[in-house]
């Protein structure tokens, strides 16, 4: 069975930076696509960023593209998120997803899920 546990989220202001992780098992990480969603409150959960098997390509919502960083260390069977210039439209439940196939920017691409993590950016 797979695992994916988030972590690294909570408070930060406007303009900050936040580290998340997603740590996962039950798998061989080297072989999962990663991606990040979000849901903010009262929204669907959107896409937020996508990194294939060996991390050679990267995916990114238009909201986030330059701020935002997803990295894989599949020695740690670990990904990441890096946020960056964080802004108070970025607050969401953060949610880490995987796939064994080379999956895109829709949820239903993606079989494993995390419980979430709260990112909440203050103005």
């Known amino acids: 069975q797979v695992h994916l546990r988030e972590s690294g989220g909570g408070l930060v202001q406007a303009g900050g930076s936040l580290r998340l992780s997603c740590a996962v098992s039950?798998?061989?990480?080297?072989?999962?696509?990663m991606a990040w969603f979000r849901q903010a409150p009262g929204k669907e959960r959107d896409f937020v960023a996508s990194i294939s098997w060996g991390g050679g390509s990267t995916a990114y919502a238009d909201s986030v593209r330059g701020r935002f960083t997803i990295s894989r260390d599949n020695a740690k069977s670990t990904a990441y998120l890096q946020m960056n210039s964080l802004k108070p439209e970025d607050t969401a439940v953060y949610y880490c997803a995987a796939d064994e196939s080379l999956s895109g920017d829709y949820e239903y691409e993606y079989l494993y899920w995390g419980q979430g993590t709260q990112v909440t950016v203050s103005s």
């Open positions: 039950g798998r061989t990480f080297s072989s999962l696509s």
